[in-house]
């Protein structure tokens, strides 16, 4: 919105506050208990992410009313997985969006793609949880992050289907 309203510049800082105040939750999350929860300290951060995102997404203060936190997600992705979830989730949001020129159905691919990543690299011992239970808390917060991403979407899935949603563009206006 920020984007569309005030143009790129505000757009990218807003865009970079939203990534940074959850990439903060799980670094305070990180310094206070890291040492003392070893064995499940990626659940603790994950939670705190998941804080931050619900946080943007329900806010207070503006009568629970916020954003969509696909970026508030980006943060929290960044912070609690390895480099190359983080790169295949940015690679496919780039090209579904260079591709398609929706923003809606590049975020909705990442949430999606991200909860498979966390599923397969969990199984695989990725994040070296061993016990079971946190794992599959691990899951259920991927789970409902992609679950609220796309309820988030629901009337840009709307405009989609009905071919009217809108379409970004470099120029600067955005198209339908």
């Known amino acids: 919105n920020t984007l569309r309203t005030f143009g790129w510049k505000a757009g990218l800082v807003t865009c970079l506050g939203d990534i940074l105040k959850t990439v903060a939750a799980v670094l305070a999350v990180k310094l206070i208990f890291g040492r003392t929860y070893t064995e499940n300290i990626i ?27 696909i970026a508030a997600t980006a943060g929290l992705i960044i912070s609690t997985t ?31 793609i991200y909860l498979i990543s966390v599923i397969v690299y969990g199984q695989h ?3 070296h949880v061993e016990n079971v239970a946190y794992l599959h808390e691990m899951y259920g917060i991927a789970t409902f992050l992609m679950i609220l991403a796309f309820w988030r979407h629901r009337a840009n899935i709307k405009r989609l289907l009905s071919g009217t949603e809108n379409k970004i563009s470099v120029g600067g206006k955005d198209k339908k």
Do not use: D, Q
């Not at 009568?63 to 936190?69: E, Q, T, V, Y």
């Not at 480099?83 to 809606?104: G, K, M």
């Open 43 to 69: 659940l603790l951060e994950l939670y705190a992410g998941f804080g931050a995102v619900l946080g943007h997404n329900f806010p207070f203060y503006l009568k629970f009313k916020g954003g969509k936190g």
């Open 82 to 112: 390895n480099i190359w979830i983080v790169l295949i989730c940015l690679a496919a949001f780039i090209a579904i969006v260079a591709t398609t020129r929706y923003v809606s159905l590049g975020s909705m691919t990442v949430v999606t």
């Open 125 to 127: 011992g990725g994040f």
